[in-house]
């Protein structure tokens, strides 16, 4: 008889003691908080139980132990459960901390966050997320199991585990990136959907009645159906689990029949959902379960002893895992250093001599080839990169020789992802293979097509993690595909989220070195507005130069006004400095590629950019919202754009240097005579 089926059999009454103390300590963790969503854990907590006790490989003494499973809950707001299972089985959150559920700098926020809590591989809570992230996470094990596994030598080997809630299955990320996992056959990925039939208007009935089975199954998934998903003894939950660990061809979803708050007075309905269940309801609780009503986050012996031994566990699998890698380093010791080296996320040496450079003289092309320059320089230099676009590549540039071959089910090594046209469903498994760790992720579209990806972008960006989005046609510029294709509000959307660098680079070498940032940035995503018109190579343009955010290209002596912009507009503003030179006007002109970046410079190199008491005029085909904060005056789109020749649309709405010029002495005329103290500082 295996350990798990001896388990079953002999320790019936533990497993019911372990669940009715998940059960009521969810409850009274969500009480004390006087906020949460006490429901789902209540009813999920038989398949934490079977997950944590019988299923997963994990060590709590080390969270980020690289061949550990992964597990997501994906319908977040059920993170009660989450914190009382890393409480119980060892991790580093205590009693104090259940105590503190929802309290201001806890580690046991009201969302499971990947940077606050150690056991959370991901942030979750925007519901849909979560399943779309473990479609990353199961990737990337396919991938570097693919990479670096030999005979003999399985490194990696790991499952992704999720348990997500009706929600998750109705936002339509979800839908898109499961339909890839399908495709790409991650029979790693197992998810455990909890069919509690509530949301939070009430029966599910009322929205949401398909067949959700059936669809997964059109997905390309292995599915199965647990309708014991109440009861304590977990022997039909451990099969179903048993079976998907089998089926490698598939993912696998396995529907679990639930009551939501099961054992409260209110089960079964919306009132158990999102409010503590009152003292006297948890009372009641704790009576049916055998649990004394006057004790708080009680936890008994015999459950405690159950779930401790994890900790030992777990050392014990680390172990053997780590003595297999010793032996797997000796065989194999380019592949062990590199392994290290990218689990680290630590870049390899000397990778930024790859980097192309150019001369005024050199040939102009779109930043999107320069882009592609970039990564036909670096791709082979740094092997954890690997990425792919929504069903754009000839236009994203994104498939370079290095990574020419596909991710695919026969080909797990490849570097290039076909994400099809599912936006939002890359940018969330970007997410995940982020979060796994060992690689970074890039994923690309078009700059208009963001506000598809927009939560998942938002997501990289709280959660630290290093992503790259690769996004072109960044203006009006790119011509006829008109307004619907032209995005002109989005880079101010973007500037506007906190930890996300937002790059336009002008010409080739500040492509070069946004870039350069980006891949050096672990703890912060980045998004490239890149081009399809002509970028031409302005002088005095540099690599360095983007790491500062805004550095000057060309100086005048004693500047009457500095002349800002992003991306093609500097090669414009350049020209027009030129022509305000001819009539006895000084303009200093100032590339600004990067807000975030310039805005963590020091005082003191601000102002030697933007010299205090001279005016600023910025330039950008996009809206001015934002800008200022740095300029006086602003040259920008103030509606959508039109159709027609790039070129042609750019001098329609104003894009010219004959108005760059005229509005530039609109401004200095406006100043002139003005104290230097009088004009206000930029930023």
């Not at 059109?218 to 009861?231: F, I, L, M, N, R």
């Amino acid at each position: 008889m295996s350990d798990t089926k001896r388990a079953k059999s002999t320790d019936m009454e533990l497993n019911k003691k372990c669940i009715n103390t998940i059960r009521v300590l969810a409850a009274d963790t969500v009480q004390k908080a006087n906020s949460g969503h006490p429901g789902a854990p209540m009813g999920c907590a038989p398949m934490a139980h079977a997950l944590w006790s019988y299923v997963m490989n994990y060590n709590p003494g080390n969270p980020k132990w690289s061949n550990r499973d992964r597990f997501v809950l994906s319908n977040g707001h059920a993170c009660a459960l989450q914190y009382c299972m890393l409480h119980l089985t060892g991790y580093p959150l205590t009693i104090d901390d259940l105590k503190h559920f929802r309290q201001v700098g806890s580690k046991t926020p009201g969302h499971p966050e990947n940077h606050i809590t150690e056991g959370i591989e991901v942030s979750t809570g925007p519901l849909g997320q979560g399943i779309s992230n473990a479609v990353g996470l199961a990737l990337s094990e396919r991938h570097l199991a693919g990479t670096y596994n030999r005979p003999g030598f399985d490194i990696v080997d790991h499952f992704t585990y999720v348990i997500c809630g009706d929600g998750c299955l109705q936002e339509g990320v979800s839908g898109e990136a499961c339909s890839l996992a399908g495709h790409l056959k991650l029979g790693k990925l197992i998810v455990l959907y909890d069919d509690n039939q509530i949301t939070i208007d009430g029966p599910t009935s009322l929205s949401f009645d398909e067949d959700v089975v059936k669809r997964y199954e059109a997905y390309g998934w292995h599915t199965q159906t647990v309708s014991t998903g109440d009861k304590e003894d977990v022997t039909d939950l451990l099969d179903a689990i048993k079976a998907a660990q089998a089926e490698t061809e598939r993912p696998s979803l396995i529907k679990v029949k639930t009551t939501i708050g099961f054992g409260s007075a209110k089960q079964g309905t919306e009132k158990v959902h999102g409010s503590p269940l009152g003292d006297d309801d948890i009372a009641s609780v704790k009576k049916l379960f055998g649990f004394d009503p006057e004790k708080k986050f009680f936890v008994p012996e015999d459950v405690a002893a159950h779930f401790g031994k994890f900790k030992g566990v777990g050392a014990e699998k680390e172990a053997s895992w780590t003595s297999l890698f010793a032996a797997y380093e000796q065989s194999f010791p380019d592949l062990a250093a590199q392994y290290k080296r990218a689990m680290a996320g630590e870049l390899p040496a000397g990778w930024e001599a790859e980097l192309p450079t150019y001369k005024p003289t050199d040939k102009s092309e779109g930043s999107r080839k320069y882009s592609s320059h970039v990564l036909k320089a670096v791709v082979p230099k740094i092997p954890e990169l690997i990425g792919g676009s929504a069903d754009l590549t000839p236009s994203n540039n994104t498939k370079v020789p290095g990574n020419s071959v596909d991710f695919a089910p026969q080909t797990p090594e490849g570097r290039y992802i076909r994400f099809g046209v599912r936006e939002h469903g890359m940018a969330a498994i970007c997410n995940g293979i982020a979060a796994h760790g060992g690689l970074i992720p890039f994923g690309a579209t078009f700059l208009t097509f963001t506000g598809y990806c927009l939560g998942s972008i938002r997501l990289s960006a709280l959660s630290h993690l290093r992503v790259l989005y690769i996004f072109t046609h960044d203006s009006i510029g790119l011509g006829e595909d008109g307004p619907t294709h032209q995005p002109v509000e989005t880079l101010a959307h973007l500037r506007a989220l906190p930890n996300l660098y937002v790059f336009r680079p002008a010409d080739g070498n500040e492509t070069s070195g946004a870039y350069k940032v980006a891949l050096a940035a672990s703890t912060t995503p980045s998004v490239f507005a890149l081009s399809r018109q002509s970028a031409v190579h302005v002088e005095g343009t540099s690599i360095d130069g983007v790491a500062k955010g805004a550095y000057t290209v060309q100086d005048a002596p004693n500047p009457q006004i500095i002349l800002t912009a992003t991306g093609t507009e500097l090669s414009l503003v350049a020209d027009a400095a030129k022509e305000l030179a001819k009539e006895g006007i000084h303009a200093r002109v100032v590339s600004f590629p990067c807000w975030e970046l310039f805005d963590a410079q020091s005082q003191e190199y601000k102002e030697s950019v933007f010299t205090p008491g001279v005016p600023v005029l910025s330039v950008e085909a996009q809206c001015t919202q934002g800008w200022e904060k740095y300029s006086h005056a602003q040259v920008g789109m103030h509606s959508f754009g039109a159709s027609g020749p790039g070129g042609e649309v750019m001098k329609s709405f104003g894009f010219t240097v004959e108005n760059v010029a005229a509005k530039a002495k609109t401004v200095v005329d406006f100043f002139k005579g003005s104290a230097p103290a009088l004009i206000r500082k930029p930023f």
